[in-house]
């Protein structure tokens, strides 16, 4: 009915049937997008089945205009309030979904024999890696953090990341910013003037992401979403974000952190307190924070000397690790241009810019070769037919390799041939039997 219809359509669900309006019009009740009521006799209301399917009109235009802005999943989240069983359904769910993010995480589900079957029909979980400029996400609510997308990004975070290079010995723990990047706000503006030193990683501490590298600022989610703030943190709050920094520092090897999150941190290397009780941004804290930075320089990196266009390759290597879990094709590129929109050259031609409003890589078509050589991209392999020519639809595709998200760019091939590229509009399980484009073509060779 139109109080389940968004919940079913996060689900997958496209078909309904009015099987239950018509059981609220003989009981003389309305179903409405929050739940069967009485009608309002002092209004004159109508519970005859024009008005019942009025009410599906109504909650079908709110379902295709949060599909439309990215926004379905906070339509969700209000709708699945309207009864226990409809929160019962999201939360086991977001379970299965977290647990198809891997192994790992399917252990710290615990899930029963009944699940490990449903989750067999996922090989992989429908997130997005990519996303249009401007979408926000918001989390306004406790059951916005059961979300799969957040935990795919602390279990990253947790076991995969990999700062830049040269980054790897002196943590810097900076608050976050309600502007997103950070790196625009006033707040963290203040605190580059204070940070002179490419070699020291700055990791922003927040909610409900625990940290967000300076490096993955620009890409989603962490630059796309909205959390309220109160100033407090909650108990699992803290302890998530210990256990991240914890788990950075045991896995990258850093020999100091310098905290100016305003959180007390106990990790097993050395800590200094730059806040010490004041706020982030009192001439005091940032003095303190200067001085820091400076004595680490000095302590860690003696003589080392480090250009913007050298990070900025170290940089670019761990977003290409990110997305695609390599950086070979990097191997010998050079940054050019001016900011915001770099570009990556490799022997003299351009393979590659990066868009931060965007928070992707524009590969070229020159890059198509190199890209395909060092696996970076995922796989479609097309059925034996005629040539390519349009976008990739469901009936053409014989099989992919690689865990294929939504916005991803993917290699298209047939009989082993390169034919080009494709942005993928589905994830990867789409991809088998579904019948409509899967993904949007980019360069044909």
């Given at each position: ?23 609220a019009a003989s009981a003389k009740a309305l179903l409405t997008s929050s739940g069967p009521r009485r009608a309002d ?276 290597r761990a977003l290409s690790r990110w997305y695609h879990g390599t950086d070979e094709w990097l191997a010998d590129a050079k940054v050019v241009g001016r900011p915001p929109d770099w570009k990556i050259f490799v022997a003299g031609e ?96």
């Amino acid at each position: 009915g139109p109080d389940n219809l968004a919940l079913l359509t996060w689900f997958g669900v496209d078909l309904h049937d009015l099987g239950r309006s018509r059981q609220a019009a003989s009981a003389k009740a309305l179903l409405t997008s929050s739940g069967p009521r009485r009608a309002d006799a002092s209004l004159e209301e109508s519970t005859d089945m024009d008005r019942q399917f009025a009410a599906w009109v109504d909650e079908l235009a709110n379902v295709r205009q949060a599909i439309r802005d990215g926004t379905l999943r906070e339509l969700v989240e209000r709708r699945a309030l309207n009864s226990s069983r409809l929160v019962e359904h999201l939360r086991f769910h977001d379970r299965l979904m977290r647990a198809s993010l891997g192994e790992s995480a399917a252990k710290r589900e615990q899930l029963t024999a009944e699940d490990e079957q449903a989750l067999s029909l996922l090989p992989s979980p429908p997130l997005a890696r990519k996303v249009p400029d401007g979408r926000r996400w918001r989390c306004n609510s406790a059951t916005s953090t059961d979300d799969a997308l957040i935990a795919d990004w602390v279990q990253r975070m947790e076991d995969v990341h990999t700062p830049p290079a040269a980054q790897s010995k002196v943590l810097v723990l900076l608050p976050c910013s309600k502007r997103k990047p950070y790196r625009l706000s006033n707040s963290h503006r203040s605190f580059r003037r204070s940070l002179r030193h490419w070699n020291l990683h700055e990791v922003m501490v927040t909610a409900p992401l625990g940290l967000v590298p300076r490096e993955l600022e620009d890409i989603w989610p962490a630059a796309h979403y909205d959390i309220p703030v109160t100033g407090d943190w909650g108990s699992s709050e803290l302890e998530d974000i210990t256990r991240l920094v914890r788990a950075l520092v045991s896995r990258i090897g850093y020999q100091l952190i310098i905290n100016h999150s305003g959180i007390d941190i106990d990790a097993d290397v050395e800590v200094i307190d730059t806040r010490q009780g004041e706020t982030a941004g009192c001439e005091a804290a940032l003095a303190r924070l200067q001085q820091a930075s400076e004595d680490a320089a000095q302590r860690y990196h003696s003589g080392e000397r480090m250009s913007e266009r050298e990070y900025l390759l170290d940089k670019f290597r761990a977003l290409s690790r990110w997305y695609h879990g390599t950086d070979e094709w990097l191997a010998d590129a050079k940054v050019v241009g001016r900011p915001p929109d770099w570009k990556i050259f490799v022997a003299g031609e351009q393979f590659a810019q990066w868009h931060p409003r965007a928070g992707r890589f524009a590969f070229a078509k020159a890059s198509l070769p190199l890209l395909a050589d060092t696996n970076t991209l995922s796989r479609v392999h097309l059925q034996p037919g005629p040539d390519w020519k349009g976008d990739v639809f469901g009936p053409m595709v014989d099989s992919i390799e690689g865990d294929i998200r939504v916005g991803d760019d993917v290699l298209v091939l047939r009989d082993g041939d390169l034919l080009g590229t494709a942005r993928s509009l589905a994830a990867a399980w789409e991809y088998a039997g579904s019948p409509g484009r899967l993904a949007r073509a980019k360069h044909r060779l």
